[in-house]
């Protein structure tokens, strides 16, 4: 192979490196964004989870205080009582139902920052490769050069 062939396959190898870079760096951002977006759907679903345990700690509360305070009185907050129950019931539903769902983007999340990362990972498994690539014909180049000033005669001397 020829220098400049060589030279050639440097300055294709040289490139693919960048772009193998830019990929990774991409692929990094990527990957970034979607362990962010993990964390904030954790945070969404435990904020849910500690919504749906005040909502029972407050039934729990309107039936503890049915039972003591308010037992005497019990006729005149019946409906009060019964209203409240059934508001409480009502949000703590939805709160469940809410959590179902945020559970489920709770996965999707993980599935997403597991595939970046993978992605990532590969991207960078590939600019590896194409450094490598690009050292070895850089040494190769540098390796013909040398071996081309070898074989070139020696300047003549000139006689006395």
Do not use: C, F
Not at 30 to 48: G, I, K, N, P, Y
Not at 102 to 109: H, K, T, V
């Amino acid at each position: 192979m020829t220098a400049s062939a060589m030279a050639q396959q440097l300055a294709a190898a040289s490139q693919l490196q960048r772009l193998r870079a830019l990929r990774e760096r991409k692929a990094l951002q990527a990957s970034q964004q979607a362990e962010r977006e993990l964390q904030a759907a954790q945070q969404v679903v435990r904020d849910r989870e500690a919504q749906i345990r005040k909502l029972q700690a407050r039934r729990l509360e309107l039936q503890h205080s049915l039972i003591g305070p308010y037992a005497a009185r019990i006729g005149v907050v019946a409906s009060y009582a019964s209203a409240a129950q059934e508001a409480l019931d009502d949000q703590l539903e939805r709160a469940e139902y809410a959590l179902i769902d945020e559970e489920e983007e709770l996965i999707n999340a993980r599935t997403r920052a597991a595939s970046a990362r993978t992605t990532w990972l590969q991207a960078v498994a590939q600019h590896q490769a194409s450094s490598t690539l690009r050292d070895d014909a850089r040494q190769s180049l540098r390796r013909e050069r040398e071996t081309t000033l070898e074989r070139e005669d020696p300047p003549l001397r000139s006689a006395p």
